[in-house]
């Protein structure tokens, strides 16, 4: 079987966990055939993988979204829209859910028309002038025009892309790549799938939100505009998958079919870390770790902070910091000047090193994230025999605290951005030895029993047995456009 798999910012080019996903994805069905669809942020990482490619992998596709620039004009006379065409794009730039068929025919069909082209004719400026006279009547016609076409130019001039020929597309998050995907589905009317380790459009819009980049009457636009682009995945896959319950729930909220909806966890393999022994009993220095990148997103000051406050009831602690540090350059000279600042000794960049190594001498595992999917992180702490204290976002409270699986909680659930309630729920945990242990152990008997790697793959396997062997439910169907709830 070929399978189309559409990632976007991450896989190849990122370490992290929806990569390492992927390359166990692949690796792990060596049966099958990938074709990759990767799209990234900048050119200049076009190459640059952090990944060996499997071998399964039989072609590469790299798209970026600041070469979304073509020269303008055409070479003939270009049609002007259809009403259909004009509706859909109007309903794009509105927020409500367009009819995307007329788009996928216009932008990718077999006369696609150039993107440049379409932002400097009279048929955009109408467009423009359509949200002017309704949703945009208080905002300067300048500004409205210019973010309209910084907003369309990328995933217009996506929809451009060829389509590889496969059994199955499947994307791994909706929003750009997930237009993709509908778009190959559409046209080649072949099974869609997809899986989301994060909520796309919730991730969004709280980026959208916090930005300075964005005027604040421009923001609902740029919402809406980004929930329109789930909601094109939403409709045309035949399954959607997210990794825990309260992600399903956020997707049948934004608008998915419930019925198309299914949960598989993430899984890892529980032997790589059967020879890491259980816990220190006897009392000793107290070392914690933490598996991340150097990124915002991980919140690494609010871990800085919290450990500034640990140092001060536990001198002898300390904290070693697992993983790349060369992401976000700016970043990491932020987090260590801010080390400096509160004079916070014993703390340690490490780079990027294997887990297994290292779990060894942690006496826990933590987390303060401001958003996750299904953290592998967790999983590999609690495959490990040691507990992990973890910020309340994404799966981490379902995986710490389990589901109402009369197992026990494998650490502490804490808020984000609170250095004093991190602190202390360190601390909490890590009074004794045998307290470690004990959680330590409900962890290891919750992955055991929840998320091995040899189930996630079944239940993929068949999820692509299912999709190659039924015709595609969806694209017999007409979408019909309705307002985004």
Request: charged share 25%; proline share 8%; hydrophobic share 40%.
């Amino acid at each position: 079987m070929k399978i189309c798999l559409i990632v976007e910012g991450c896989y190849p080019y990122v370490v992290g966990g929806v990569s390492a996903w992927v390359q166990m994805l692949i690796r792990q069905m060596p049966e099958h055939q990938f074709l990759l669809v990767s799209i990234g942020a900048q050119s200049k990482q076009r190459g640059q993988f952090r990944y060996e490619i499997p071998s399964n992998v039989t072609e590469l596709r790299e798209y970026f979204l600041d070469e979304a620039i073509e020269p303008a004009g055409s070479a003939g006379p270009v049609l002007p829209p259809t009403e259909a065409q004009r509706q859909a794009l109007l309903d794009l730039v509105r927020g409500t859910a367009p009819d995307w068929p007329p788009l996928f025919e216009l932008f990718g069909g077999s006369h696609p028309r150039p993107v440049q082209d379409f932002l400097m004719s009279a048929d955009f400026l109408d467009l423009v002038r359509g949200v002017a006279e309704t949703t945009g009547r208080n905002v300067p016609f300048k500004d409205l025009f210019w973010t309209l076409r910084s907003m369309l130019l990328p995933a217009l001039e996506l929809l451009r892309c060829p389509v590889p020929e496969a059994d199955v597309y499947h994307t791994v998050a909706t929003g750009y790549a997930g237009l993709l995907g509908a778009k190959f589905s559409y046209f080649t009317r072949k099974p869609f799938l997809v899986t989301e380790h994060g909520i796309y459009t919730r991730e969004r819009e709280e980026e959208i939100l916090k930005a300075d980049w964005v005027p604040g009457y421009f923001k609902p636009t740029w919402i809406g505009y980004f929930r329109a682009l789930s909601q094109a995945a939403y409709r045309q896959a035949a399954t959607i998958v997210s990794l825990f319950r309260g992600a399903r729930e956020l997707q049948i909220g934004l608008g998915a079919d419930e019925g198309k909806c299914q949960v598989i966890p993430n899984g890892i393999d529980i032997d790589r870390f059967a020879a890491i022994p259980p816990l220190d009993p006897a009392p000793h220095p107290l070392h914690i770790g933490a598996v991340l990148r150097i990124v915002p997103i991980k919140d690494v000051k609010t871990m800085i902070y919290s450990f500034h406050r640990i140092k001060s009831v536990r001198p002898d602690a300390t904290l070693d910091l697992i993983g790349p540090y060369d992401e976000d350059p700016d970043y990491y000279e932020e987090c260590k000047e801010l080390i400096q600042r509160l004079d916070c000794r014993d703390i340690r960049f490490v780079g990027r090193a294997d887990v297994t190594r290292w779990l060894p001498g942690l006496d826990l595992v933590i987390l303060t994230s401001i958003s996750e999917g299904q953290p592998f992180v967790l999983l590999e702490a609690m495959a490990a025999h040691r507990p992990v204290v973890a910020t309340n976002v994404g799966a981490c409270r379902e995986i710490i605290e389990g589901a109402d699986d009369g197992l026990g909680p494998a650490g502490r659930v804490v808020p984000v951005m609170s250095p004093a309630a991190i602190a202390e729920g360190i601390l909490s945990i890590s009074r004794s030895p045998a307290q470690l242990r004990a959680l330590a152990e409900n962890g290891y008997r919750r992955v055991v029993r929840f998320y091995r790697d040899k189930d996630f793959l079944a239940a993929y396997r068949a999820l692509y047995r299912e999709a190659a062997g039924n015709p595609h439910r969806e694209v017999t169907q007409p979408w019909q456009a309705s307002a985004l709830g």
